[in-house]
């Protein structure tokens, strides 16, 4: 059974930085790609960040490139995201997700989610 779970969120004054925390466990780990996605109230899902377990190879969306950075540590079964100049505007649940097949290095295709985490930036 897969599991994703996401730590890490809270309330962070703006301009400040935040570092998340995803372990997924379960899954077959010969090539699988993991990554960031967040969604405010209101909005559309969107796709932050991605990076290939075997390649290491990421990709970001242009929204937060040079801002936020996705890593992992495969020993751990885990990836992160540093998120860095937060604003207002980053404010939303932020979520992992995870895939085993489908197009690579595109915010698609994802089959398993975690329940997400709150990131909070104040006004």
């Known amino acids: 059974q897969v599991r994703v779970e996401e730590s890490g969120g809270g309330l962070v004054q703006a301009g400040g930085s935040l570092r998340l925390s995803c372990v997924i466990t379960g899954l077959d780990f010969t090539c699988s790609e993991l990554a960031w996605f967040r969604q405010s109230p209101g909005k559309e899902r969107e796709g932050l960040a991605g990076?290939?377990?075997?390649?290491?190879?990421?990709y970001y969306a242009d929204a937060v490139k040079g801002r936020f950075s996705v890593s992992q540590d495969k020993a751990k079964y885990t990836i992160y995201l540093q998120m860095n100049s937060l604003s207002a505007g980053d404010s939303a649940m932020y979520y992992c997700?995870?895939?085993?097949?489908?197009?690579?290095?595109?915010?698609?295709?994802?089959?398993?989610w975690g329940q997400g985490t709150q990131v909070t930036v104040p006004q």
């Open positions: 990076i290939l377990r075997c390649g290491g190879n990421t």
């Open positions: 997700a995870a895939k085993t097949s489908g197009e690579w290095l595109e915010f698609i295709d994802f089959d398993y």
